[in-house]
């Protein structure tokens, strides 16, 4: 059948995307004037893995799709889409992307990939997050995968901001996960939080790499150290992050994976802006 004005074929009462793989916005929440979390549709063809990142964005003033990698903070059976994101105020995607509302259309090209995967992991006892900053994204989704805990005996999440406010958002994920009706019984007890501040007081201050170096993580988990026997460790913040936990755990003996070659470790950079 053709279609003309008059006689028009009739479309299912949805709204129709009007960017190249658009997606919508269906919820937004503030943390701090740094920091918002937001999800939308998910495309029905999109299949990831938890830990993944996609490029979205939105549409420049000069009508070129301005896109940045995005870890996505959802697990892969989530019906939706998360992503957790920092404000730049110059920042060319994110001075815009702070002002998204329900209802509003993202660019998201489905096409996941990235290093902070359970594949590019050799099998062991503990599992390590390493996140600072919105590097905790990728974690968000990881955490609520069943397969990390049926991976692994022991996972810990540290989470480091600089003030109290910027842990929220994984502080109540965290809480919420044990009473989760889908992942809590996987949960049960093997996860541990372990959030720090370095700019406002807390009951834990330090960045994560000096208490890892002085031994005071070991110390409150009752662990003896990390070792690659039974310790494997997926990292996400800044550079300086990645590189200064790069060196530590290569003095546990640690070697760094990738997708092709599973080992001990894994890296990846969080979005800056
Ligand atoms: P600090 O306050 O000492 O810079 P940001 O918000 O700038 O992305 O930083 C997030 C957190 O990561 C902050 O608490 C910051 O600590 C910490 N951080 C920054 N660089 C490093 C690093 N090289 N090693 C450990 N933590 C870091």
Redesign the pocket.
């Known amino acids: 059948m053709t279609m003309t004005e008059q006689n028009p074929v009739t479309e299912p009462a949805t709204k129709v995307p009007s960017l190249p793989d658009a997606q919508t916005v269906t919820h937004v929440r503030h943390y701090t004037d740094?920091l918002f979390a937001f999800r939308t549709t998910r495309p029905r063809s999109l299949r990831f893995r938890s830990g993944e990142f996609v490029m979205i964005g939105l549409m420049g003033d000069n009508g070129k799709p301005l896109l940045r990698a995005y870890s996505i903070a959802s697990p892969s059976w989530d019906d939706e889409l998360e992503f957790y994101s920092i404000k730049v105020q110059d920042g060319p995607l994110t001075s815009k992307l702070q002002h998204i509302q329900p209802g509003d259309e993202i660019i998201l090209r489905p096409k996941p990939v990235g290093t902070l995967v359970h594949d590019a992991l050799l099998p062991g006892k503990r599992l390590w997050f390493f996140a600072?900053?919105t590097g905790f994204a990728p974690f968000a989704s990881l955490l609520r995968d069943p397969e990390t805990y049926e991976r692994f005996d022991q996972v810990i999440v540290t989470h480091?901001?600089?003030d109290v406010a910027?842990l929220t958002y994984s502080q109540e994920l965290v809480s919420g996960l044990a009473e989760d009706p889908l992942i809590g019984e996987f949960v049960g007890d093997k996860l541990t939080y372990y959030p720090t501040?370095?700019?406002e007081k807390s009951p834990k201050m330090g960045?994560?790499?000096h208490l890892l170096q002085d031994g005071t993580v070991f110390g409150d988990l009752g662990i003896d150290g990390i070792s690659p026997e039974t310790d494997r460790a997926m990292v996400c913040?800044?550079m300086?992050?990645n590189?200064?936990?790069k060196e530590i755990l290569e003095g546990f003996g640690l070697e760094e994976g990738a997708n092709s070659d599973p080992k001990h470790y894994v890296v990846e950079k969080a979005f800056v802006g």
Request: net charge positive; charged share 30%; proline share 0%.
């Open positions: 740094r600072t900053g480091t901001c600089r910027e501040t370095t700019r960045r994560i790499t913040g800044s300086g992050l590189l200064d936990l």
